[in-house]
């Protein structure tokens, strides 16, 4: 067990979590299978200037496996309990891969907790993503798991990672992979990521998407990170985020994967800072929101529609 890692309830279940430094609020959000590990190389360059909180999401990492909803919003429901339980109203949301869903959600449920949002190789952009993910999704994949991620496979890449890391060679994205892989090597998480994995994709690619909402971050200042050479999401969705959200900023790291907080941290927590530098927190106005709402269900005025029943068009 991580001696860094500390333990809440939340409504019953264990809840693990990293938090440290002073400032304003950071929460940090990893990806499926993952755990608040993937941020082991940003969180020291941070805490000097802001208090981060990295979760291991529900069913992940050492946190609680519950049979229950693994969708996005119940993920969502349990960050801001934990916000709560914490005495922290507000944050900037981080989210990597499935944690950019979980911090769109986030924005969307709980907008007045939300000043920045911060999408890394984020899912729920678009419909592709990398076929082995879409494998998973299978009838019956779960039962198929325990011969490809076997407990003794698991065990000797540790020990083969713990010598590669006493010798100083960092593996970057390899070593984020492999601690996905070895999860799974355990009942309980193989249940847990089949329930969350089902949740946002099927056999077709991503089921869930936020850009028919994305027009509602308009007032949250946002940045999209992303690894030019990612394979498990397109940069290509990076692309279109950036022009759905009116004023967001892109930022696109050469030569890197789907990883950048591990492959570049560098370079993303240069990003980062001058992100959270020079923006300011957003302002939830409710009425804001109602009127970006009512201005895209509002339908055309009679003359575009008489235009188009002239020209044929629907």
């Known amino acids: 067990m991580d001696s860094l890692i500390k333990h809440i309830s939340i409504h019953g279940h264990d809840m693990a979590y990293r938090m440290e430094g002073n400032g304003p609020a950071l929460l ?13 190389d940003v969180i020291p ?4 200037r802001f208090t981060v909180i990295a979760p291991d999401l529900m069913g992940h990492g050492e946190s609680g496996k519950p049979v229950g ?17 914490l005495d922290i ?5 981080i989210g990597q891969s499935f944690g950019g869903g979980v911090a769109m959600q986030f924005a969307y449920q709980f907008p007045e907790r939300c000043e920045r949002l911060v999408l890394v190789d984020s899912g729920g952009l678009g419909r592709e993503v990398n076929w082995m993910l879409r494998f998973m999704t299978l009838p019956g ?11 003794f496979v698991r065990d000797w890449g540790d020990k083969l990672f713990r010598s590669f890391t006493r010798r100083g060679i960092g593996l970057g994205h390899i070593s ?5 892989y070895a999860s799974l090597a355990e009942s309980d998480n193989r249940q847990a990521f089949a329930r969350t994995i089902r949740s946002v994709i099927d056999p077709g690619g991503q089921t869930v998407s936020a850009m028919d909402r994305l027009y509602l971050t308009a007032q949250v200042p946002t940045l999209i990170v992303w690894g030019d050479k990612d394979d498990i999401i397109p940069v290509s969705h990076a692309y279109a985020a950036h022009d759905a959200i009116a004023g967001s900023r892109l930022v696109v790291i050469e030569g890197v994967g789907h990883f950048p907080q591990i492959e570049a941290p560098g370079q993303f927590v240069d990003a980062l800072i001058d992100f959270l530098e020079t ?10 929101r109602k009127m970006l709402r009512k201005e895209r269900s509002t339908p055309p005025p009679l003359d575009e529609l008489s235009d188009q029943a002239a020209t044929g068009v629907a």
């Not at 994949?141 to 490809?148: L, R």
């Not at 923006?279 to 804001?288: K, L």
């Open 28 to 40: 940090l959000l990893h990806g499926i299978a993952g755990s608040s590990r993937t941020w082991r």
């Open 69 to 85: 909803d693994y969708s996005l919003g119940a993920f969502a429901s349990s960050l801001r309990d934990l916000l709560e339980v």
């Open 176 to 180: 984020e992979m492999w601690s996905a």
């Open 141 to 151: 994949s779960e039962f198929v798991m325990p011969v490809i991620f076997p407990g």
């Open 45 to 48: 360059r941070l805490t000097d």
């Open 89 to 93: 109203d507000r944050a900037s949301v």
């Open 279 to 288: 923006t300011e927190p957003a302002v939830h106005e409710p009425r804001d």
